[in-house]
């Protein structure tokens, strides 16, 4: 068990909050409210708790086996190397899909809250994928470092919207509860599944921890307690501010703080933007780039990229394969005049087929009936539901796997003429 890492548990905490707290505080808490009215608050405490099991499973795997392959990793021990060839493209190729989407909304809301030209929003949004590119380039000694900063800039900013907020609330927009019944808050808790997202990300890092077996689980309790209490927060203020207004604006945030803050206010929520988008890019693409070099060290991509895979190792070759996933990705994205969505659905629905192989992958390798085993039998049956949601959106992943079966099909055909040459 390697514990010379870098990675420590404040580092460690910030890295977990940026790829879970992520994008989503800058519209979900409206789109919510605008759901399900006051009920969307029993939805964020519903996902806070569901959250749990899912975040303890991946943070038990991760102490227990901390290496870049992240739940690749975890799914060849479990089940072998096709499921877990399928489960490292699914994350490489398919969630990193969302790469420049995280760029394009933030530069998007930044553009909005300015007030500058839309198309801006396509020249801020390269610049913003420039930062985490070059700051990996030093390895998670440094980055790491940079993420404590950025996730300690993105809990006070939001710490201060509430705080500024929370003055405007009228006591009249928490009535009736349920305006939309049941139904609304289901509706709710299906948006907020994504915002609490993100666990599986820093496994592929697990090897960069100081002491993993105490410093993971730690750094996640950290993170659900922030995380939860952040989007708690911004819920309670949009529901008591925005009241029936809730969804209707492009920058809900700015909506918040313009009644109590309007000369400072439209420059604070800019940072918002600037600091989400640059703290989850940075969490991200540490995350692809370690799990790029565990594949090539695999067999599972090219060997040459395998570098930088080991524990304290900075995986240069695989961040630079990152960077060129990302360029595409980016570019297809333009073509298609900034259409979020399809991009959207095929990370989201990726990172559910993630999520169903390293539940399963849990229950097989943890210890049964112990904490870690229980959690992961309960998210077993979360991700079900999650992927009964996802429904067509599964064809990018089905075609990943094919794509990972033919891979493993080329590699044991090779293996064969070797052994018939020797």
């Given amino acids: 068990m390697s514990s010379g890492g870098s990675v420590g548990l404040a580092q460690g905490a910030a890295l977990y909050v940026a790829a879970v707290l992520g994008t989503g505080i800058l519209v979900l808490p409206a789109l919510a409210a605008s759901a399900a009215g006051p009920g969307s608050i029993i939805a964020v405490l519903a996902l806070i708790v569901l959250s749990v099991p899912l975040a303890g499973t991946f943070a038990a795997l991760a102490a227990r086996y901390p290496d870049a392959g992240g739940v690749a990793t975890f799914v060849r021990r479990a089940l072998g190397p096709t499921p877990a060839r399928m489960a490292g493209y699914w994350f490489f190729f398919g969630v990193s899909v969302g790469t420049p989407v995280v760029a394009l909304l933030g530069a998007e809301y930044i553009v909005a809250v300015l007030g500058v030209d839309p198309g801006l929003a396509f020249v801020i949004a390269p610049a913003l994928l420039v930062p985490p590119f070059v700051l990996n380039l030093f390895g998670l000694r440094f980055s790491g470092r940079v993420q404590l900063v950025l996730s300690g800039?993105?809990?006070?900013?939001?710490?201060?919207?509430?705080?500024?907020?929370?003055?405007?609330?009228?006591?009249?927009?928490?009535?009736?509860?349920?305006?939309?019944?049941?139904?609304?808050?289901?509706?709710?808790?299906?948006?907020?599944?994504?915002?609490?997202?993100?666990?599986?990300?820093?496994?592929?890092?697990?090897?960069?921890?100081?002491?993993?077996?105490?410093?993971?689980?730690?750094?996640?309790?950290?993170?659900i307690v922030v995380v939860g209490a952040c989007y708690l927060g911004l819920q309670l203020v949009t529901v008591g501010v925005l009241g029936d207004r809730s969804g209707s604006s492009a920058v809900p945030l700015l909506d918040l703080v313009a009644a109590t803050a309007p000369a400072w206010g439209r420059w604070a929520v800019?940072?918002?933007?600037?600091?989400?988008?640059?703290?989850?890019?940075?969490?991200?693409?540490?995350?692809?780039?370690?799990?790029?070099?565990?594949?090539?060290?695999?067999?599972?991509?090219?060997?040459?990229?395998?570098?930088?895979?080991?524990?304290?190792?900075?995986?240069?070759?695989?961040?630079?394969?990152?960077?060129?996933?990302?360029?595409?990705?980016?570019?297809?994205?333009?073509?298609?005049?900034?259409?979020?969505?399809?991009?959207?659905?095929?990370?989201?629905?990726?990172?559910?087929?993630?999520?169903?192989?390293?539940?399963?992958?849990?229950?097989?390798?943890?210890?049964?009936?112990?904490?870690?085993?229980?959690?992961?039998?309960?998210?077993?049956?979360l991700v079900a539901g999650l992927v009964a949601l996802a429904g067509v959106t599964l064809v990018v992943p089905a075609v990943l796997a094919v794509a990972a079966v033919a891979v493993g099909l080329v590699r044991s055909a090779r293996g064969a003429r070797h052994a018939r040459r020797v």
Avoid: C, Q
């Fill in 153 to 223: 800039l993105l809990v006070a900013i939001v710490v201060g919207v509430v705080v500024v907020a929370a003055p405007a609330t009228d006591a009249r927009n928490f009535a009736p509860l349920l305006p939309h019944g049941w139904a609304g808050v289901g509706v709710a808790v299906s948006l907020f599944v994504w915002a609490f997202a993100g666990w599986e990300a820093v496994t592929h890092i697990a090897g960069e921890f100081r002491r993993p077996r105490r410093t993971i689980p730690l750094a996640t309790a950290i993170a």
């Fill in 270 to 381: 800019a940072s918002v933007a600037g600091v989400v988008a640059l703290g989850v890019l940075n969490a991200y693409v540490a995350a692809f780039a370690k799990l790029g070099a565990s594949l090539g060290r695999d067999g599972d991509l090219p060997r040459m990229l395998g570098a930088g895979a080991e524990s304290g190792g900075t995986p240069r070759r695989a961040l630079g394969l990152v960077a060129v996933l990302a360029a595409v990705y980016y570019a297809a994205m333009v073509m298609t005049g900034g259409a979020l969505t399809p991009f959207i659905l095929i990370h989201t629905s990726d990172m559910v087929a993630v999520y169903a192989l390293g539940v399963v992958a849990a229950v097989r390798l943890l210890p049964r009936f112990g904490a870690g085993w229980w959690l992961a039998v309960v998210s077993v049956v």
